[in-house]
């Protein structure tokens, strides 16, 4: 059977980043559970990926499963259009009070980049309800990563990133130097003038500030300190703007704070989250806004004009809803402190492989980067072998894996990363 599947997704499947067909066969799961993924061969991979970093409770969840199939009892789908249901307005409410404080009001979009796109027309149309039309710029940092929609790859690293192929038709925003590196890194005067000075010389443009605070993902697993979040939210006051966290990589506890604001303090005017907000069983994302936003768009140009067909999705937000209760029964910030510890200790023999630039981990995050490309079929032969997936771009090997990942088998990830790394350096 899987010969004829996959001679099949040869010829007409087209998966994420890759040619068409595949330069790489993609490997073919039969089944997941726990912390494992099941190969169509038999064989068991410790999953250190939580599939793109969502699958924070693990596979088949007996919690979560239990919501899918009594929510599917009831409705799996109705528009969100001048109709409601409970298990939006419950997720609405549990979102609040998980979030930074401000974040008031709930508009759910059906995946990350969405959210970016519904941020991004939120800070836009915040302008627009104003009558200020020219503030339509906006401002972020080199070395991020927002979504692959066209709004989201316009804040997109357009060097550095994955979109420089489109850079001349997306929109042109303003991109201050890459914030130093080091979680623990003390405020850097050159880095902050810089900034400064790039929102000074384009004041009467900027809509808003956007980053991923604390940690830029997909465009390079780069760790940056919390006071560098607080100044740009002290550069948005002094210009009157806005500041959006796309907190979509970062939200629900996965840097050690229950999201990467909170490592600063700070409550940004609009927020993005997805990712684990449903555990990662259905697509979903939110953006959430203040008063300010809120009400500056009703007031003067009365709707927001966004309404994605699948928004809010009763499956997805009654699953969601139960995943963030599991979140909050178990001790999940000292289970992010455990991960981060074993982490910690299981890539520390990597730090003395010749080839390797830099060894770092935060919260449930653990990074190898190398000084050159990593070698993607060796290093996929290297993890497979150590019995784990891994999905390394760029110089990066690096793990986000479940919070229910036990001990030992982060300790395996550990030794799998060490071991891809090395053999990417021969």
Known sequence: MWDELLDIDRRHVWHPYASMPAAEAPLPVASA????????????????????????????????????????????????????????????EQLVALTPRGLDYVFFADSGSVSVEVAIKMALQYWRAQGRPRRHRLLTVRGGYHGDTFAAMSVTDPVGGMHALFAD???????????????????????QDAVTALAEQHAGQMAAIV??????????????????VRFLRELADAHGILLIADEIATGFGRTGALF?????????????????LTGGYMTLAATLCNAAVAETITTHTGALMHGPTFMAN??????????????????????????QNL??????????????RDVRVLGAIGVIQLERDVDIPAAARAAIDAGVWLRPFRDLIY????????????????AAMTATAAASCR
């Open 399 to 414: 793990t986000m894996p479940p919070y229910i990942t036990s001990d030992a088998d982060i300790e395996t990830i550990g």
């Open 33 to 92: 559970s726990g912390v494992r993924i099941t190969l169509a061969d038999g064989r068991e991979l410790i999953d250190g990926m939580a599939s793109w970093w969502c699958a924070i409770h693990g596979y088949r969840h007996a919690t979560l499963d239990a919501a899918v199939t009594d929510q599917l009892a009831r409705m799996a789908h109705v528009m969100f259009g001048g109709l409601t249901h409970e298990p939006a307005i419950r997720l609405a």
């Open 343 to 356: 982490l910690s200790a299981a890539l520390a023999p990597a730090r003395d492989l010749k080839g390797v």
């Open 211 to 228: 980053l991923e605070p604390v940690v830029q993902g997909a465009g390079g697993m780069h760790f940056y300190a919390p006071s560098c």
């Open 169 to 191: 038709v997306l929109p042109k925003q303003l991109f201050a130097p890459r914030p130093p590196a080091g979680f623990d890194a003390p405020p850097d005067p050159e880095w």
């Open 314 to 339: 009763p499956l997805a937000c009654a699953v969601a809803g139960a995943s963030l209760q599991l979140l909050e029964e178990m001790d999940w910030s000292a289970n992010i402190i455990r991960i």
């Open 260 to 276: 990467a604001c909170d490592h600063a303090d700070v409550s940004p005017d609009i927020m993005c989250v997805g990712k684990a």
